[in-house]
C-alpha cells in the first residue's frame, strides 16, 4: 500500500525543481524537490538493503524566533533488517544556517522518542566518484525488457569466464547480439548480481565485472 506525504508536494515555476523518481525495486514513485533529491533517491534504490522509501513522511512542530513552524524531513527509509532512519537532504553550505540546524535537532530528537536514526546527507555523499552517471546508465537499462534466459547465459558466461572486463565478457557470449548484451550486463549489475565498481571509473568496455558476492549459484 502506498503512503501519502506529509504534506503535498506542488509543482512549481522558477528555479525550484519536483521530481517524481521511479523505484525500480517495487515501482513506487517518490517525490522529490530538487535535484539532490532525486539523486539520493537513486541511490537507495541501488542499495539492496533498502525496502522502502517514503518522501516527507511527518511533519513536526516546533517553535524558533517566537514562532511556530512545521518540518517536514525529507524522506523516511526502512531496511530489510527493519531498521529505520528520517533523512534530511541539504547542500553542505545550508547545514550549518541556524534554522537548519534547529530543524535537525527537532528531527534528532523526533527520532529518539522513536527509537529510529536521524541522518543529515549532503553531496558529499551523493556525488562520491562516478556513482551518480554510472547509475544514469544503468537506470536506462533498468526498465528494458530483457530475456530471462539471456540474463542467466551472460552470468553463467562470466561464472565460467571469472573476472574480466564487460568487452571479454561480450566477446565470450557469442549468442547474443551487443544490444541485447548491454541490456543484460547492465542489469545485472544494476540488480547487483554482478559487480562493477561505480565509484571509482565510468563503465565503459574495459570495466572490470565480477560475479556479487552470495550470487555464485
Same mark, same amino acid.
Given at each position: ?14 528555479? #525550484? ?9 517495487? @515501482? @513506487?514513485?517518490? #517525490? ?37 513552524? +512545521? ?18 537532504? +541539504? ?80 566477446? @565470450? ?45
Amino acid at each position: 500500500m502506498r503512503k501519502r506525504t506529509a504534506r503535498r508536494i506542488k509543482p512549481i515555476k522558477g528555479r #525550484h525543481y519536483r521530481w517524481k523518481v521511479p523505484l525500480l525495486k517495487n @515501482n @513506487n514513485m517518490i #517525490h522529490c524537490e530538487s535535484r539532490l533529491e532525486r539523486n539520493f533517491v537513486r541511490l537507495l534504490d541501488f542499495d539492496r538493503e533498502v525496502l522502502q522509501v517514503e518522501s516527507q513522511p511527518v511533519g513536526l512542530l516546533y517553535c524558533y524566533k517566537g514562532k511556530e513552524r +512545521k518540518y517536514y524531513p525529507d524522506f523516511k527509509v526502512i531496511t530489510s533488517d527493519g531498521h529505520i532512519r528520517i533523512v534530511e537532504v +541539504k547542500p553542505k553550505s545550508m547545514t550549518q544556517k541556524p534554522e537548519n540546524i534547529m530543524k535537525f535537532i527537532i528531527g534528532r530528537m523526533y527520532c529518539d522518542l522513536q527509537g529510529w536514526d536521524y541522518h543529515i546527507v549532503t553531496e558529499e555523499q551523493i556525488f562520491r566518484g562516478y556513482i551518480q552517471e554510472n547509475l544514469d546508465k544503468l537506470r536506462a537499462m533498468g526498465n528494458e525488457w530483457t530475456e530471462y534466459n539471456d540474463l542467466v547465459y551472460v552470468l553463467h558466461s562470466l561464472q565460467n569466464t571469472g573476472d574480466s572486463t564487460i568487452e571479454m565478457l561480450q566477446s @565470450n557470449c557469442t549468442d547474443l547480439d551487443e544490444s541485447t548484451f548491454y541490456k543484460c550486463i547492465y542489469k545485472l549489475i544494476y540488480h547487483q548480481k554482478v559487480y562493477a565498481d561505480l565509484f571509482a571509473t565510468e563503465l565503459s568496455e574495459g570495466t572490470m565485472v565480477s560475479i556479487q558476492i552470495g550470487e555464485e549459484n
